[in-house]
């Protein structure tokens, strides 16, 4: 097939974990496939992604003599989604279960190298895999096995609408007219909704989530927009991650986060993990980190505040201030703290935020590694000048804040150099869980019921209403749904 064809077996949707995978599963399938991505470059959220990726009996497990199967999984993903358990779709969540550790296989098979398996109560045992060196690892592999399987990437396309005769989906109608057909099927894999527009959000959401952004500025539903418009409904789409507190991602990226994602760098860099002592590693590996982490607000429980951009508190830091920073100007905040919190968070068990390859990053590994967001100043004036915000009213914001706490407060006074900042931080939706409904094939369910011939969807675009709480199931979904939705419309999707 040629670039210029405009007939394909296959047409993916979204060029992320979910679709790349898809686009792999299909081609090795035999079929002729173009994924189309709307960015300019292939990614999405699976390539923003810490990296992580929970599954049963892979080789790591195996290693780690740890003794797990799918059915315990399965039990403890129950735990973790708590009281939303009921609204979970057991049949997919059995399908992911399943599935996951074919996925991983076919990942290490590709070239990626993980390391873990990472515990994470209440999982019973350690299931969690990491990428080495960082999530643009996926993408990059991915995008070389499609390619040498002849897939077609093409990136600048926006797909807008989807093609139906006589109920079938028989193609996609980009952004400017330009038609692609299809002659099995088209998968959906174009992400989540958490930057979808005011209105497309309220049909499912409400409260906060409404006024802030997605981390992901392409998440706009636009798969989920596209199914509902030929028949599909959009499941547990009031649910998100988020809002949460992140910083915003480095402005560079560092030198060591481009270094290529090669296999052999990966299991170089693995195997000086194991053996070199961490005070050297640790700066080496939050070099990788590009992206949003998310501070503790434990840093509110021992006295810090949080500021606007006219240096005024704006919240009860320890009630949910992830609710209260959309509606500030600009959507920003500073976290501010003197010497007396800085000292505590120097050290485990207080962690300014979790961080990949290290697991959880102190404030020296912030000053070291993250310098654009940490300020330090010997005053609050000082500091004020440092953030951008007016003096008086942060030395106002201070005091205040002394004046409320009570006897056996808990917080510590704010009276000791170096005065800190850190941020801006913002409120995100990191990302939304809902998705197409689909059955265990992946096909994309009417709502009056049945299948829609001719459409799949995987990933976020087609969650279908299963709970991915914890870390690493998202990606475990992403590359498990699109591997079974190629696999499975190349198959079926006559
Ligand atoms: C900061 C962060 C950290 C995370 N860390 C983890 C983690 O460690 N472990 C984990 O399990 N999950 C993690 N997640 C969640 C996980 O990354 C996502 O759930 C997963 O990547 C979704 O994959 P996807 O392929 O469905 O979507 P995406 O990766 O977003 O891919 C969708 C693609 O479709 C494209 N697209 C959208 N609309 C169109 C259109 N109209 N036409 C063409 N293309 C379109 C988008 O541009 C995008 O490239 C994290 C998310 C964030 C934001």
């Not at 409404?210 to 547990?236: C, F, H, K, Y």
């Not at 959507?331 to 003197?338: L, M, R």
């Amino acid at each position: 097939m040629t670039e210029e064809a405009r007939e394909y077996d296959i047409v993916v949707v979204g060029g992320g974990g979910a679709g790349l995978m898809a686009a792999y599963a299909a081609a090795m399938n035999g079929a002729s496939v173009i994924v189309l991505e709307k960015g300019a470059e292939l990614g999405g959220t699976t390539a923003l992604s810490v990296g992580t990726l929970t599954a049963t009996g892979t080789r790591l497990q195996r290693e780690a003599d740890i003794t797990d199967n799918a059915d315990a999984h399965f039990e403890d993903m129950a735990k973790i989604a708590g009281s939303r358990a009921e609204r979970d779709n057991l049949k997919l969540r059995r399908l992911l279960v399943d599935n996951a550790c074919e996925t991983v296989d076919i990942l290490e098979k590709l070239g990626i190298v993980f390391t873990g398996p990472l515990p994470e109560p209440p999982h019973r045992v350690p299931r969690m895999h990491a990428i080495i060196p960082h999530s643009k690892g996926f993408i990059r592999q991915l995008e070389k096995a499609a390619r040498n399987k002849h897939a077609v990437m093409r990136t600048g396309a926006n797909a807008q609408r989807l093609i139906t005769e006589d109920g079938r989906v028989t193609g996609v109608e980009l952004a400017g007219g330009e038609r692609i057909m299809v002659r099995r099927a088209v998968i959906l894999a174009s992400g989540d909704f958490s930057a979808a527009d005011h209105a497309y959000k309220s049909k499912y959401m409400t409260g906060p989530l409404l006024d802030i952004a997605g981390v992901n500025p392409l998440s706009t539903g636009d798969g989920q927009r596209m199914g509902e418009a030929v028949g599909g409904e959009v499941i547990n789409g009031d649910l998100a991650w988020g809002p949460e507190i992140r910083f915003l991602a480095p402005p560079r990226l560092s030198i060591i986060s481009k270094l290529p994602t090669w296999r052999g760098l990966a299991k170089l860099i693995l195997l000086a993990m194991k053996i070199l002592p961490g005070a050297v590693m640790r700066p080496f590996l939050l070099g990788f980190v590009t992206t949003f982490l998310a501070p503790s607000h434990s840093l509110f429980d021992k006295g810090a505040i949080l500021v606007n951009s006219s240096g005024d508190r704006f919240c009860d830091e320890r009630d949910r201030p992830q609710d209260h920073i959309g509606s500030q100007e600009g959507k920003v905040a500073w976290i501010i703290f003197g010497a007396e919190v800085a000292d505590q968070f120097r050290s485990y068990p207080n962690f300014i935020s979790t961080a990949p390859g290290v697991g959880y990053a102190d404030l020296t590994d912030y000053e070291k590694t993250r310098p654009d967001v940490v300020h330090k100043a010997a005053n609050v004036e000082a500091l004020a000048e440092s953030i951008g915000v007016p003096s008086n009213a942060l030395a106002g914001s201070v005091d205040a804040f002394h004046a409320s706490r009570t006897a056996g407060d808990d917080r510590a006074a704010m009276m000791k150099p170096p005065f800190y900042a850190l941020g801006p931080v913002q409120s995100w939706i990191v990302f939304s869980e809902g998705g197409l409904k689909v059955d265990e094939n992946l096909r994309v369910l009417h709502r009056d019921g049945g299948p829609i011939p001719g459409l799949y969807a995987a990933g976020s675009a087609g969650q279908g209403g299963v709970l991915l709480e914890g870390h690493g199931h998202h990606l475990g979904w992403a590359f498990t749904s699109g591997r079974l939705a190629g696999a499975n419309a190349v198959r079926d999707g006559v």
